[in-house]
């Protein structure tokens, strides 16, 4: 692949499928599920640093920063509403073919793996496994909506995975080019 920078076949338009693996109460794993069409995917990483800053002078500057903590998160948006989505939007289980139990997650948490394959239209394409992530809702589940597709948001936060040595937090991986 061996691309430089300033390359115009680096620009990417984001499409793909994203996939959750929802771990049990045992936190086993039970299979990778496509969620449907996911409007929206994107991971931030933060940074905690300490400054230090000499008091040598009339004016203190700065002579040394440390990194104290390194963070991963992001968020998603999905547009289905199929059953086991929703249970992801109330921290729920389903509990029969058409019924979904608000607030019965394991440890009122949701734990599992996240999986997504681009499909750009343009840019190189890329798979991300997140080996362990843990999500949460990220504002209303809307029933009735306005003029538009009703959405779900959720934000996850990456948490280290041993089982994935040398890659505890995650890999992206080059799969090729559109």
């Known amino acids: 692949m061996g691309w430089t920078a300033h390359d115009t076949d680096l620009l990417t338009v984001g499409r793909g499928i994203l996939k959750f693996d929802r771990w049990d109460e045992d936190n086993l794993p039970t299979g990778l599920r496509d969620m449907g069409n996911a409007t929206e995917f994107g991971m931030t990483v933060e940074v905690t640093e300490l400054e230090h800053f000499s008091s040598r ?16 998160k992001g968020k998603f948006t999905l ?3 199929d059953l086991q989505n929703l249970a992801l939007m109330v921290l729920g289980t389903v509990s029969a073919p058409d019924t979904v139990d608000i607030l019965q997650a394991a440890g009122g948490q949701i734990v599992g793996e996240l999986d997504f394959v681009s499909d750009n239209p343009a840019g190189p394409q890329f798979h991300v496994i997140i080996p362990k992530v843990k999500i949460k809702p990220a504002g209303d589940l809307p029933f009735i909506g306005a003029d ?3 959405k779900m948001a959720f934000e996850f936060s990456v948490e280290e995975n041993a089982a994935c040595v040398g890659w505890e937090y995650g890999r992206i991986i080059q799969i090729g080019e559109s």
Do not use: P, R
């Open 57 to 72: 002078e009339g004016i203190k500057k700065k002579d040394k920063t440390i990194n104290l903590q390194a963070n991963g």
């Open 79 to 81: 547009e289905e509403y």
């Open 148 to 150: 538009d597709w009703s």
